[in-house]
């Protein structure tokens, strides 16, 4: 089975892996867009799996724009104040940490990822301890320093990420092994494009 390393993967496959990961960006990140569609957000799944096939650091702050964006609008566009939202709090900059983890755990496997079982559960492996790392960031901040909590406590702390963490990560575990299911597939049913014949000397 020949497969293209994620370093050789040509533009038009980085593009169109792009356009896929911003659509499902959009379609589940509007929250009224996830309702109707039956969709949880794909955001933490979105930047692994781009950390992993699409690598470039400005992609990475490309996405983290069009993150805030589809906010700003689904927020604005229900005729709310951005910054009053309830969700918009000084914690909302450590979204940037929490999702640099997931992109740049991401990054940090794509020279080992492959369309084998071994390789493809550690992918998951790493998936796994990148979503709970990044949800704890993201929730930890905005329970601790969002200010919508009169008394916080490492009680209430920890149940709410009791509540909320396993169904975070365990969506975003779901995208992700979706994601390498379609990549095992394309590996074994479309043939690797042949190399380039050596130059003549």
Request: glycine content about 6%; proline content about 5%.
């Amino acid at each position: 089975m020949n497969e293209t390393p994620l370093n050789q993967m040509s533009m038009p496959v980085k593009i169109s892996m792009f356009a896929v990961a911003l659509t499902l960006m959009i379609a589940t990140r509007f929250h009224h867009f996830g309702s109707a569609l039956h969709l949880p957000d794909a955001s933490m799944a979105v930047f692994f799996l781009g950390g992993l096939y699409l690598r470039r650091h400005a992609v990475f702050a490309g996405l983290l724009v069009i993150a805030v964006a589809i906010d700003y609008i689904a927020i604005t566009g229900r005729g709310l104040s951005f910054f009053q939202h309830y969700c918009v709090t000084p914690s909302y900059a450590f979204l940037l940490v929490a999702y640099a983890v997931l992109w740049y755990a991401g990054r940090m496997y794509a020279p080992r990822m492959a369309a084998r079982g071994r390789a493809v559960a550690a992918g998951l492996g790493v998936a796994l301890v990148a979503a709970s790392v990044s949800f704890l960031v993201s929730n930890g901040a905005f329970y601790w320093f969002g200010g919508r909590y009169a008394d916080p406590n490492w009680a209430e702390y920890v149940s709410r990420v009791w509540q909320w963490g396993p169904l975070f990560v365990r969506t975003t575990i779901a995208y992700i092994a979706v994601a390498f299911l379609v990549h095992a597939l394309i590996v074994r049913f479309l043939p690797a494009p042949a190399a380039a014949p050596a130059a003549k000397v």
